[in-house]
């Protein structure tokens, strides 16, 4: 089993960066593959990045793609989402997810879940 943790989330103007990490737990984190999804208020989760177990497959959500950027450090069982050029558009919940091996963007393909870091753009 894996447990997640989120952080790094708070308020930022448009046009800031932020960078969202997500610590795990259990000695088989390089056995999964990890996704970041958010949820903003009246609205279903969505997919935002994902990457491989092995850090050498990466997949993003055209909505973020060139602004974010996913990666992972096996050795500090910690996966990362770096967020530049915000938008207010970005405001949500976002949580980490993690699923044995291959990573999808499909958020019911993920068995493991952190408990949500609240990010929010001001305009």
């Known amino acids: ?66 602004r974010f950027t996913i990666s992972r450090d096996n050795a500090k069982l910690t996966v990362y989402l770096q967020m530049n050029s915000l938008r207010p558009e970005d405001t949500a919940v976002y949580y980490c997810a993690g699923r044995l091996y291959r990573a999808t963007m499909e958020n019911a393909d993920y068995n493991y879940w952190g408990q949500g870091t609240q990010v929010t753009v001001s305009s």
């Open 1 to 66: 089993q894996v447990q997640l943790v989120e952080s790094g989330g708070g308020l930022v103007q448009a046009g800031g960066s932020l960078r969202l990490s997500c610590a795990a737990s259990g000695r088989t984190f390089s056995n999964y593959a990890m996704g970041w999804f958010r949820q903003a208020p009246g609205k279903e989760r969505e997919f935002v990045a994902a990457i491989s177990w092995s850090g050498g497959l990466t997949y993003y959500s055209d909505s973020v793609k060139g």
